[in-house]
């Protein structure tokens, strides 16, 4: 079968999904990414005469919008690349032997080109992996490789998470063994927050951390399809899975709906939540009488006590704490007044307390709802 970060990533969250992409299944497409995907192909046609420029009416008049202001961004952000030995959106591939070795990297047949419409991965033989960097070049004598990736969406991952990357692991693997560079440096480039990070290693460190993704995927194409696609695990990616109209999966209805039945579904619930709030207030109104509810909370009218301020007397009480405290406590702990005037109380230490005790008064209210503390 062919394989990708992204049948790998898709495998992660249900390999009934990735066995079905891996085999070329039809199916309904997401339509999250067609901002990125339009400014990928934005870019990669500014940056090379091979890219065709893409077609602009596919975007609604706010995508539109939203594809100018990450091309801003990227115009703003001024990242060269050399003119020799620079290859843009170039897909690549290799067969995978059983022990994770990539047997030659070559360019893709159309049918293993994403672009291309006689895309079709389901004509693999064996296992094989493709990639396609958004740019890579050589340093000059051809002893280091950059790969560059342009990342459009809205987060960005943490240093240990790069460290794990699939894609910067896979890509670098391949690239230093298509080229000979005795190093790869993966920079990833998110164009909505014009920030810029990037991992580098030598060559066989890029090897040994991809040789088992390689071979594993190798030993999953051992196993039947039919017995993959039994493997269902759904969750929120449902929604965005081509293949959700038809998989029969048990989930709660709202994982399946599309984004903008998602959102209107999560505003009905808000407002349901406030009428529930706002009935049980009634209802509290209405009780006389107090009851506990498991967890510490006590719901009917209670008084609340709590500590206060003398009128006029906070400034004399902080100025004494401040005057008082001893070298050895730091100002930031003695003035750490998260929460209330009771929560704070309750953490200083008792040799500073006994000074402002004499502008502390107790208070209370009528309260509903008393939560344990
Ligand atoms: S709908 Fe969910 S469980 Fe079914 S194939 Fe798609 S991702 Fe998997």
């Known amino acids: 079968m062919l394989w990708s970060k992204s049948f790998v990533q898709s495998d992660a969250y249900c390999p009934k999904q990735s066995v079905k992409l891996r085999l070329g299944h039809k199916g309904r497409s997401w339509d999250g990414f067609r901002v990125g995907s339009y400014v990928h192909d934005l870019i990669a046609s500014g940056l090379s005469d091979d890219c065709p420029v893409p077609m602009k009416h596919t975007l609604s008049i706010e995508e539109m919008v939203s594809a100018k202001s990450l091309m801003d961004n990227f115009e703003e952000m001024g990242i060269e690349l050399p003119d020799e030995e620079c290859f843009i959106e170039r897909p690549i591939y290799s067969k995978i032997l059983k022990d ?21 991965p389901g004509r693999a033989v064996g296992t094989a992996w493709r990639f396609q960097p958004d740019a890579y070049f050589l340093s000059k004598g051809g002893k280091k490789v950059t790969v560059y990736d342009w990342k459009t969406s809205w987060g960005i991952p943490s240093d240990s998470s790069l460290n794990k990357d699939i894609q910067a692991i896979t890509y670098c693997a391949a690239l230093c063994q298509m080229t000979g560079a005795e190093e790869a440096e993966f920079v990833w480039w998110n ?3 014009k920030t810029g990070h990037s991992l580098s290693k030598p060559a066989d460190e890029w090897l040994s951390l991809a040789k088992p993704i390689w071979a594993s995927c190798w030993e999953k194409d051992r196993y039947q399809t039919k017995a993959i696609e039994m493997d269902e695990r759904p ?9 959700s109209d038809d998989c029969l999966v048990e989930l709660p209805s709202y994982q399946k ?15 349901l939540s406030r009428k529930v709030k706002s009935d049980l207030k009634a209802r509290l109104k209405g009780r006389t009488s107090t009851l506990p509810v498991p967890g510490g909370t006590v719901i009917g009218p209670s008084i609340n006590k709590y500590s206060k301020w003398k009128r006029g007397e906070k400034e004399k009480g902080m100025r004494k704490v401040l005057e008082t405290i ?3 406590l ?6 750490d007044v998260k929460g209330s005037l009771g929560d704070w109380l309750g953490r200083l230490p008792s040799e500073l307390r ?6 502390i008064e107790e208070g209370s209210r009528q309260v509903l709802i008393k939560k344990e503390k």
Do not use: K, N
């Not at 006994?354 to 502008?359: A, L, M, N």
């Open 100 to 120: 994770g070795e990539a047997q030659e990297w070559l360019d893709c047949p159309a049918w293993m080109d994403r672009g291309s419409d006689e895309w079709d």
């Open 191 to 193: 164009i909505r927050w």
């Open 235 to 243: 969750g929120e990616h449902c929604g965005r899975c081509p293949y």
């Open 257 to 271: 709906i599309d984004d903008a039945s998602l959102y209107q579904y999560s505003e009905r619930i808000s407002a």
């Open 326 to 328: 001893p070298d050895s």
């Open 330 to 335: 730091p100002l930031t702990d003695v003035f």
């Open 354 to 359: 006994q000074y402002i005790e004499e502008h």
